[in-house]
């Protein structure tokens, strides 16, 4: 049967960066126009003082994260019924050459916004500090591609990918990096960061999540406990079911707003992936057959 | 749950944990050295909750060992910032065993206690003297603990007798070397930077972990201020 994906994503500047008259540096694309495959992509720019287009960086990298995917399994593994999908054959080639195109995408972005718009003499100064000017751009990104025949989770630096299961149960696909404490990232900025990336390619043929949940660390530093984090994911699969995307999507920069200011502070962005038929939608096909 | 509630559990700032680590070996009582301390911190404080507050999703926590011959906290837990009431430090511990207090430290360092989602810890490091004993191996255990490498480390030196190198192994970077402090008006000056600027870098945004060359870059502090030459070196 096939499986319909779908998306939603929202971010909001943090109080942080508000009193600082800094712009949001989170960024975040989505796909869904295909009922074959939903894209949720997200990335937080740094926000230590001299990266100063990080902004730009998260932008751009939202964008190479989503194309990658989309690329990938459109040439690698278009679906196909009835087709046989070798997911270790996946898994070695998705691992290696996922993060080097989305790398090797970013740069090319990153270069060309270099030509175009030259280094002011605070940026040179800074430049000069971080030991290039592409790390002016320095940026997470969060990547999750929901196919017909898997799930692709691609991330470098901070960040939460949650995934919740039909029963109930939370759980992180892309172990936690043991580097990432404080504030400190990988970054897409690092020279070999296609060598910091976790890319982990999950089967949906048996039980395939019910719902992605894809934020930048804003989110979960907000939260008291690991367990209270795990609860957002929750109760957004039970807002989904109950009341549905508008209801959801109407709701969702409150929430975020909300969440950040009396938390963490910082810009917050969140991208959600679910597979329809939900428990709503059940309840409105049922009562259309009444 | 009630309609639009925000999802998920409780919510929190984040700990900014900040340690006051102060030599009060017996020489810091000669001069009026310690209650010299004492006045510059209680003045930098009203200065150290302004800073706080204009980053207030970081609440910040307040710590002082004393060290001597032997460490000794002068808080028995971490306290509150805004509720903080800075203690009359006296310099009754003897030599200066800063190998000691380095292993004191390091006990807080580790993740239990510090909480996982927390802010850098900042140290501030006063020292009028010289090491009595090798401190290097504890000072490599600190700092290879998962917060003591990661921590905002800034030292004083108080008076010309300090030993600079010393607290120059502690700051590890290049890039910040200690404040020196002669007289109380210099010490006054340096407390008020050390309690505030070390709070706002640490609660500013992330960086890259050793993406930079010099070690604990992934927090970058203002300079401080020129020390100005009074011609009325106490110390």
Known sequence: ?290 | MSEAKRPGGPIATRPLHFFWVIDCSGSMSQDGKIQAVNNAAREALPHMRSAAEENPNAQVFIRILRFGSTPDWATREAEELESFQWPSLEADLGLTSFDRALAELETHFHSPPMPDRQLPPVVVLMSDGMNTDPYQKELRSFLNTPWGGRSVRVAIAIGRDANRATLQDFINNPEIIPLEANNPEALVRFIRWASTEPLKAASSGAAPAGAQTQPNANVVLPPPPAATNTGSDVW
């Open chain 1, 1 to 290: 049967m096939k499986i319909i994906w779908h998306t939603l994503a929202a971010s909001v500047r943090g109080r942080t960066h508000s009193r600082r008259d800094l712009p949001n540096q989170d960024s975040f694309q989505v796909y869904s126009g295909s009922t074959d495959l939903a894209v949720v992509s997200v990335a937080d720019g740094h926000g230590a003082t001299d990266y100063m287009r990080s902004a730009a960086g998260a932008d751009f990298a939202a964008k190479a994260g989503k194309a990658a995917l989309i690329d990938y399994l459109m040439v690698n593994a278009p679906s196909i019924e009835g087709r046989h999908v070798d997911l270790a054959f996946h898994r070695r080639l998705a691992g290696d050459r996922l993060p080097r195109e989305i790398h090797r995408t970013w740069r090319q972005a990153v270069e060309d916004h270099l030509k175009e718009e030259p280094l002011t003499p605070a940026e040179e100064a800074a430049a000069e500090r971080l030991t290039s000017a592409v790390s002016l751009y320095g940026t997470t990104l969060l990547s999750v591609l929901a196919g017909q025949d898997f799930i692709v989770y691609a991330q470098i630096g901070d960040g939460d990918i949650l995934v919740v299961d039909d029963d109930q149960q939370v759980r992180r696909p892309i172990p936690t990096d043991p580097r990432l404490i404080g504030n400190e990232t990988t970054s897409l900025a690092t020279k070999n960061a296609w060598g910091d990336f976790y890319t982990i390619i999950e089967p949906v043929l048996y039980g395939p999540p019910a719902m992605v949940l894809v934020a930048t660390d804003g989110y979960s530093n907000s939260f008291e406990s690991a367990d209270a984090f795990s609860q957002a994911a929750l109760d957004i699969k039970a807002h989904l079911d109950l009341h549905g995307r508008e209801w959801v999507e109407a709701n969702l920069d409150s929430w975020l707003n909300e969440t950040s200011e009396l938390g963490s502070g910082d810009d917050t962005t969140l991208g959600l992936l679910w597979r329809q038929p939900t428990a709503k939608d059940h309840i409105e096909i049922h009562q259309a057959e009444a």
